[in-house]
């Protein structure tokens, strides 16, 4: 018989350095698995991308067992990183923090391609563009 899942959580958490202390700890606490092998397996999937902000997601079972999925790092993330600015623009689309160039944003749209609702490259950057252009951050063509 297949196990059952009784919740899901969904986390953000810096790669390859996930610790059973707050936040992580306070949040899969009560859900009653084991917080030492989560951080363990975590930290040994993400090592390769150390320094990165990577969602999870975590589903876990009836018997306290769980299984969880590393997505790509956040849009806003990859965007921060590319332009080399600590934050976005406080006032939005209205004040420009940096620019970005168009290959760019195709590197960022082909990381994110895969967690985003869209087919193709060109309709991932468009995605891409609209939270750079939210964040201050413009695309030059």
Known sequence: MAKEVVRK???????????PAPPVGTVLGPAGINLQEFCTKYNDATRDRMGDILPVEISIYDDRSFDFVVKTPPTAFLLKKAAKVDKGSVKGSKETVATLTKDQIREIAEIK??????????????????????????VQE
């Open 113 to 138: 391609l895969p967690d985003l609702n869209a087919y193709t490259v060109e309709e991932a950057m468009k995605i891409v563009e609209g939270t750079a252009r939210n964040m201050g951050i413009a």
């Open 9 to 19: 959580i969904k986390l953000q958490i810096q790669a390859g350095k996930a610790t």
